[in-house]
T-cell receptor
Framework: GQQLNQSPQSMFIQEGEDVSMNCTSS?????WLWYKQDPGEGPVLLIA?????ELTSNGRLTAQFGITRKDSFLNISASIPSDVGIYFC?????????????FGTGTRLQVTL | NAGVTQTPKFQVLKTGQSMTLQCAQD?????MSWYRQDPGMGLRLIHY???????DQGEVPNGYNVSRSTTEDFPLRLLSAAPSQTSVYFC?????????FGPGTRLTVT
């Protein structure tokens, strides 16, 4: 089955540093979503992107929907210890309830003090 | 409003045993789905349902059955567990483009 290429696989950063991760696909998507998963929990939606070129922020998080509709990136500014977790991108081709998500393989983020 | 709930949180099975993973949501979402999460593989779709009485296969359906008799519940059945089904299982419900996940069930098959 199709999976999205997400990089990097893991990151070790110091508190206060900025973080950038991205997702690429060979297929076009109409929606890009970014999720965060804390240890022992299910993924939680961070940001949803609906239009090519769209740049959306949620606090210290900023995500962009690539112009080609085949990629997206997520930036975290001024990282803090609670940013630790696994970040997943997900793409969706169709809009609406019946459409399925395709997930990336995840980026594991570790933040040291 | 509890969101998406899953039981049990942990389960150990012997090869060949059967069991049902429970999933319920109280948000009246029509779309529900099951994923498995394995190291380095992300989340892979097992089965999904677009409403009561309607189910369909996802990316990795073999060895799993589902049914959807009500909007609220979407159980996942393993008829004869195999070690390859050791994984963390997540149930999710979706409204529009936004999907909400349950806390997961960690299953080990020995």
């Amino acid at each position: 089955g199709q999976q999205l290429n997400q990089s990097p696989q893991s990151m070790f950063i110091q508190e206060g540093e900025d973080v950038s991760m991205n997702c690429t696909s060979s297929s076009i998507f109409n929606t890009w979503l970014w999720y965060k998963q804390d240890p022992g929990e299910g993924p939680v939606l961070l940001i949803a992107l609906y239009k090519a070129g769209e740049l959306t922020s949620n606090g210290r998080l900023t995500a962009q929907f690539g112009i080609t509709r085949k990629d997206s990136f997520l930036n975290i500014s001024a990282s803090i210890p609670s940013d630790v977790g696994i970040y997943f991108c997900a793409g969706q081709l169709l809009t609406g309830t019946a459409s399925k998500l395709t997930f990336g393989t995840g980026t594991r983020l570790q933040v040291t003090l | 409003n509890a969101g998406v709930t899953q039981t049990p949180k942990f389960q150990v099975l012997k090869t060949g045993q059967s069991m049902t993973l429970q999933c319920a949501q109280d948000m009246n979402h029509e779309y529900m789905s099951w994923y498995r999460q394995d190291p380095g593989m992300g989340l892979r779709l097992i089965h999904y349902s677009v409403g009561a009485g309607i189910t369909d296969q996802g990316e990795v359906p073999n060895g799993y059955n589902v049914s959807r008799s009500t909007t609220e519940d979407f159980p996942l059945r393993l008829l004869s567990a195999a070690p390859s089904q050791t994984s963390v299982y997540f149930c999710a419900s979706k409204l529009g483009n936004e999907q909400y996940f349950g806390p997961g069930t960690r299953l080990t098959v020995t």
